[in-house]
């Protein structure tokens, strides 16, 4: 069965970053809780160190979410281990989650933890772009998993069902040389330039030029969908409701549909009722009760 075949009763619900709401986002307690509140997948970011490993982080720069500061980048996986990934949220963190020296993960971090869940379990990872790597993101990406055992043909390594998202289409693009279509999955954003240039605060020309590539990608990333380059869709839940023929079109046309982030009830309502096939969510046990 295929991923465009499966027809599930409810919406399969991704644990966005882990339970990212009860935990840091993208820590081992995140992901543990994802799997005990029964996600029927988990979603990560992914960034290259200075010494190529594939590390869990969305931002490009370690300041928001650790108490280090400046780009992932720059620094080693060694560095990175140094550093407190957790504590910025402010919860205690059980510990049969782990030490908060043991928080910080790599890709195959959390495909251990992946094939300990004893069930089939989604694994969506977003390719995070500008990268200063550029595309080696994506090939590196793709070497790490194959080491582990991945199967680029079915998208399967063990118990785990890997797809593969970027608001990039030149990463679409890459991916699709090596990645059969219907396992790759074009995100999508509703880019208001005006808006955009205004909160990204560069003024006018610098933050003008930013905007104007968003729109582009946003552009150029529906054109994939209208084409049928790729088997999945990815916009985000204000895009939703936007543009509704839109989202209604390429259900039609047998896109399979993963809308983010999902957390308020009438969202989750209102994604059920449009027959979406994934729900990204910051909150999974929540979702799940409701569906």
Same mark, same amino acid.
């Given at each position: 069965?295929?991923?465009?075949?499966?027809?599930?009763?409810?919406?399969?619900?991704?644990?966005?970053?882990?339970?990212?709401?009860?935990?840091?986002? =993208?820590?081992?307690?995140?992901? /543990?809780?994802? /799997?005990?509140? !029964?996600?029927?997948?988990?979603?990560?970011?992914?960034? #290259?160190?200075?010494?190529?490993?594939?590390?869990? $982080?969305?931002?490009?720069?370690?300041?928001?979410?650790?108490?280090?500061?400046?780009? %992932?980048?720059?620094?080693? *996986?060694?560095?990175?281990? &140094?550093?407190?990934?957790?504590? @910025?949220?402010?919860?205690?963190?059980p510990e049969a989650y782990g030490a908060r020296s043991e928080q910080f993960l790599?890709?195959?971090?959390? $495909?251990?933890?992946?094939?300990?869940?004893?069930?089939?379990?989604?694994?969506? *990872?977003?390719?995070?772009?500008? +990268?200063?790597?550029? #595309?080696?993101?994506?090939?590196?990406?793709?070497? %790490?998993?194959?080491?582990?055992? @991945?199967?680029?043909?079915?998208?399967?390594?063990?118990?785990?069902?890997?797809?593969?998202?970027?608001? +990039?289409?030149?990463?679409?693009? =890459?991916?699709?040389?090596?990645?059969?279509?219907?396992? *790759?999955?074009? #995100? &999508?954003?509703?880019?208001?330039?005006?808006?955009?240039?205004?909160?990204? !605060? /560069?003024?006018?020309?610098?933050?003008?030029?930013?905007?104007?590539?968003?729109?582009?990608?946003? $552009?150029?990333?529906?054109?994939? &969908?209208?084409?049928?380059?790729?088997?999945?869709?990815?916009?985000?839940?204000?895009?939703?409701?936007? =543009?509704?023929?839109?989202?209604?079109? @390429?259900?039609? +046309? !047998?896109?399979?549909?993963? %809308?983010?982030?999902?957390?308020?009830?009438?969202?989750?309502?209102?994604?059920?009722? /449009?027959?979406?096939?994934?729900?990204?969510?910051?909150?999974?046990?929540?979702?799940?009760?409701?569906?």
């Open positions: 069965m295929t991923i465009e075949d499966s027809a599930p009763a409810r919406p399969l619900v991704y644990a966005h970053r882990g339970a990212s709401a009860d935990f840091a986002e =993208h820590t081992r307690a995140a992901y /543990l809780r994802a /799997l005990a509140d !029964g996600a029927d997948g988990v979603e990560c970011d992914v960034h #290259l160190t200075r010494d190529q490993h594939v590390v869990l $982080l969305h931002d490009a720069n370690l300041d928001r979410t650790s108490d280090g500061t400046g780009p %992932v980048a720059e620094r080693t *996986i060694d560095e990175l281990r &140094l550093l407190d990934f957790s504590s @910025w949220k402010g919860v205690h963190i790599t890709l195959p971090d959390l $495909l251990d933890l992946l094939r300990d869940a004893g069930r089939d379990i989604g694994l969506a *990872i977003e390719l995070k772009h500008p +990268s200063p790597y550029q #595309l080696k993101l994506e090939d590196r990406v793709l070497e %790490v998993l194959s080491r582990e055992g @991945w199967d680029p043909l079915t998208s399967r390594l063990d118990n785990i069902r890997v797809t593969f998202m970027s608001f +990039s289409p030149d990463s679409v693009r =890459h991916l699709r040389k090596t990645v059969p279509g219907e396992f *790759i999955c074009q #995100l &999508l954003d509703d880019i208001n330039v005006a808006e955009v240039r205004e909160e990204l !605060g /560069l003024g006018p020309f610098t933050g003008g030029a930013v905007a104007n590539m968003m729109k582009a990608a946003q $552009l150029e990333g529906e054109r994939i &969908l209208n084409d049928c380059e790729v088997g999945m869709a990815g916009p985000g839940i204000d895009y939703v409701r936007q =543009h509704a023929r839109t989202v209604q079109r @390429w259900l039609a +046309s !047998g896109r399979r549909f993963r %809308v983010w982030t999902v957390d308020a009830e009438n969202d989750v309502a209102l994604c059920q009722g /449009l027959g979406i096939h994934e729900i990204t969510t910051n909150k999974p046990a929540q979702v799940l009760a409701q569906l």
